[in-house]
């Protein structure tokens, strides 16, 4: 079998790893942790496979970390990134998520872009925390599964914005035939 390393999977997989060591899991033990083979976390952590959102979430919560800790930006300068330097921290078919700023402290909040190809829809995703989103370019289906596993769909155009609670499982589908830009900003404990 032939890999193919991309820039972005690198960076995030060594981030990844950086972060499993720190805290002290094995392989196996974040494998296990978050349901996958420990092959998988090995290949994510060296670059040679992308990994969901909804995965890196539950590494890095497992890691004591969040998502927008996989920014390439030191603590100094979290608090402002421009969205044409913003770095893509990851990625599903048809789906780029940028990290931006964030602030840690009494206080957790982290800013993210996502960029949908025509069509595309990225996996569920869940953690604790709040997510207020503005639909920047497009038109999406915000679908959210209810704690009966209902499914809400919201229909957002752009200049739109709404809140939820995170701890739902929530993802976007750009149902326009162009590309598509969602801006989220997450509340988010340590």
């Known amino acids: 079998m032939v890999y193919v390393l991309s820039i972005e999977n690198y960076i995030t997989g060594s981030k990844l790893k950086e972060f499993r060591r ?20 090995s290949m ?3 670059g040679k496979c992308g990994i969901s959102f909804q995965r890196i979430h539950q590494l890095v919560t497992l890691y004591g970390k969040h998502l927008s800790d996989l ?54 995703d869940y953690h604790e925390g709040y997510e207020y989103a503005m639909v920047i370019e497009g038109d999406f289906e915000l679908h959210l599964l209810t704690e009966d596993e209902e499914c809400e769909i919201r229909t957002l155009h752009a200049g739109d914005t709404t809140v939820y609670s995170s701890r739902f499982r929530h993802s976007y589908k750009n149902i326009n035939e162009k590309y598509g830009s969602v801006l989220v900003i997450e509340t988010f404990g340590k």
Do not use: C, W
């Open 22 to 41: 720190q805290s002290g899991f094995s392989l196996s033990e974040a494998a296990d942790s978050i349901g996958v083979s420990s092959a998988f976390i």
């Open 44 to 46: 994510v952590e060296n």
């Open 71 to 124: 920014t390439d930006s030191s603590p100094i300068d979290t608090n402002i990134i421009n969205l044409n330097g913003a770095a893509e921290i990851a990625s599903e078919p048809g789906v780029q998520i940028f990290g931006l700023a964030k602030i840690e402290g009494d206080i957790n909040i982290g800013g993210f872009r996502l960029y949908f190809e025509p069509g595309a829809q990225h996996d569920f």
